[in-house]
C-alpha cells in the first residue's frame, strides 16, 4: 500500500544516514535522511516563512543539500564547494519569497550526486501562499505527494555502478517505486484528488497516463501554479520536473482500479519510451 513521507515545518534536523528500508519485501541497507526509509521529510512551509535547517552528515563521505528551485542565497543553494564533511553539520538558514508550489531537495556534492540520490536522499518542499489557499484546490487526505523513481535493487542494496555508456546516457533501474514503496496502491473516494508527483529518478522520462484514459488537469509546474489549466491524456515529465495535476475519479464503480502508467512515446534514443509499464494503482473505495 502506498505510504507517505512525514510531514514537517520549517525548522528541522536532517540527518544523511546510511540505513535499511523495505523495498519490493526485502529490508536492503540505503541511504536515508531518517532511520528506515529512502526519503526525507515532506517540508511544508508558507511564502514568508524563516526556515532552519540542520543538516547532520553521518555518512562516510561529504555531502550537502540543493533546494531545488527554492530562491535562496548562493550560500545556502548546496553549490559543490558548501559541504558538510563526514561526521559534520550544515546550517541552512533561508525565507521564502515565491509563490506557492512544489520543489524538492537533494544532494549535490561534486562527482558524487547521481550515487547518492539513487541510493535514497531526496524529499519533497512544498510552499503555501493566499493565492493558492484562495483557490479550495483538495487539501488533506485528497493531496497525495508522488514521489516517482526507478532502483536497482539487490539483496545487497541499490546497487550504483554505472558503466561509461550509463555516464553518457542516464542510469536508470528496472524496479519503479512511489514514495519508497513498490508496486503500490492508494484507495481514492469518487471524487477530486490533487496530485503533487515528482520524477525523483536520475535519467527516466515518464510518459504518465491514466489506465481508463481519463483526462489529468495539469495545474501547476516547476515554475508553481499554471495561470490557465491544462487538459491532457499523457504528459512527460523528465528527471528533476515536477507537475502539480488534478484527478476526477468521480462516475468511477466501487471496486474499479485505475492504473497510473508510463506510455511509450519517441524520441528517447535506444534506452527510453520503447514499453508501457505501471506506476501505481488507484482503488475507488
Known sequence: MLSFPLQTGSNHTLTAQSTTANLNGTNIPVLGYQPNSI???????????????????NLSEHTNIHWHVLKIPAMMDGHPDQLANAGSTFHYQFTLNQQAGLSW??????????????????????INDAEEAALNLPSGQYELPLV??????????????????????????????????????????????????LNGSNARVYNLALSNNADMVIIGNDGGLLKTPSSVKEILI????????????????????????SNEFGNGGAAQGKQRFKIMKFKIA
Open 39 to 57: 526519503l526525507g521529510p515532506t517540508f511544508r512551509a508558507n511564502k514568508g516563512d524563516t526556515v532552519n535547517i540542520l543538516l547532520q552528515n
Open 105 to 126: 531537495y537533494h544532494p549535490h556534492p561534486h562527482e558524487k550526486t547521481g550515487k547518492q540520490v539513487f541510493k535514497g536522499l531526496a524529499g519533497l518542499f512544498i
Open 148 to 197: 516517482i523513481q526507478d532502483k536497482r535493487i539487490t539483496s545487497n542494496g541499490i546497487t550504483y555502478n554505472p558503466s561509461m555508456e550509463e555516464v553518457m546516457a542516464g542510469y536508470m533501474g528496472e524496479s519503479i517505486i512511489v514514495n519508497g514503496v513498490y508496486s503500490p496502491y492508494t484507495e481514492v473516494a469518487t471524487r477530486f484528488y490533487r496530485l503533487r508527483i
Open 238 to 261: 523528465a528527471p528533476g520536473e515536477r507537475l502539480d495535476v488534478l484527478i476526477n475519479f468521480s462516475g468511477n464503480a466501487i471496486g474499479t482500479e485505475i492504473l497510473l502508467t
